[in-house]
């Protein structure tokens, strides 16, 4: 709906207001006229008071209308100037451009003309020879220091790639390492990185395996275990056997979880709950 229909609407619903109140006038004061009176002038005041309203709302719009249309006016306006003022600067440019080829031209054909003098006179012509010459060897010379340039460029260029690549493989590998390390619960901050000290003397059990051979074990960081700590496994019962090694690669206060460590157990048993893990290659036996 545009703005005048808006306004028209308004316009509209106020006389409704009005027509209606006087209707219900007339109707009411058949029956009492005072009271109908009474009532019949509060309804046209408040009519009045509503088409008060909407006339005022209705100026309202119209003053904004007129506004808008003002301010659209004056963008048009500046627009159509700064068009005008487009137009004449390329107007400008291209006379420039065309006074340019002229003053080319011009000197073209002074530039011909003073070589079609030079060609009659034996002196300039020798002198033009030399400078011709000397022009000559300047190029020549700017050709070989372009052509050696071009030499470093490409030696640069290709030690250039050569590094690049270099620095991605090592970025790579770099990213491997700090992967495997944090896989392990080993940080891979370079300045936290220290020389592991070997397990103290400890003695501990499996208290749960799972089945790939990764162990929960009854001791931890309170029996001074770290992660990177490799232990001996063990079997007492029915007798005293070596099952291989375990490396810790989790810790807590009263447990530690640890994985077997490459090739594997001793015949490819299965580590059972109740095995014995210690820091010394005979801690394990005794009973």
């Known amino acids: 709906m545009t703005f005048v229909g808006k306004i028209l609407v308004i316009v509209i619903m106020a006389f409704s207001l009005m027509f209606l109140g006087i209707s219900t006038v007339v109707f009411t004061t058949a029956t009492n006229w005072k009271e109908a009176t009474t009532k019949a002038k509060a ?24 506004k808008a249309q003002t301010e659209h006016k004056e963008a048009v306006k ?31 054909t002074n530039a011909k003309s003073a070589l079609e003098e030079a060609e009659h006179s034996r002196n300039e012509a ?15 010379d ?20 050569v590094a690049k690549n270099n620095a991605d493989v090592l970025r790579e590998t770099s990213a491997k390492f700090s992967s495997l390390l944090r896989q392990h619960g080993l940080s891979d ?15 501990g059990e499996v208290a749960r395996v799972d089945q790939s051979n990764r162990v929960e074990l009854t001791i931890g960081s309170d029996d001074g ?27 807590d ?7 077997v460590v490459a090739p594997g157990t001793v015949q490819g048993k299965k580590i059972k709950e109740g095995d ?12």
Request: aromatic fraction near 4%; proline fraction near 3%; charge should be positive.
């Open 253 to 259: 206060p009263d447990r530690a979880v640890g994985v």
């Open 78 to 108: 500046r627009l159509d100037n700064t068009i005008a003022q487009l137009t004449a600067d390329i107007e400008t440019i291209r006379g420039e451009a065309t006074a340019a080829r002229g003053e080319v031209a011009t000197a073209q």
């Open 189 to 203: 901050d370079i300045t936290q990185v220290k020389g592991l000290e070997s397990p103290p003397a400890v003695h």
């Open 43 to 66: 309804q046209v005041a408040e009519l009045q008071k509503k088409n008060s309203d909407a006339t005022t709302a209705v100026k309202t719009l119209e003053g904004d209308f007129a």
């Open 225 to 251: 275990l770290v992660v990177g700590h490799e232990l001996f496994l063990w079997r007492l019962k029915p007798k005293s056997e070596y099952l291989g090694k375990v490396r810790i690669v989790s810790v």
């Open 142 to 161: 700017f050709k070989l220091k372009q052509a050696e340039l071009n030499d470093q460029i490409r030696i640069l260029t290709r030690e250039r790639d």
């Open 276 to 287: 014995i893990v210690s820091s010394t290659f005979r801690s394990g036996p005794r009973s």
């Open 126 to 140: 020798q002198r033009l020879r030399e400078q011709k010459l000397e022009v000559e060897k300047q190029a020549n």
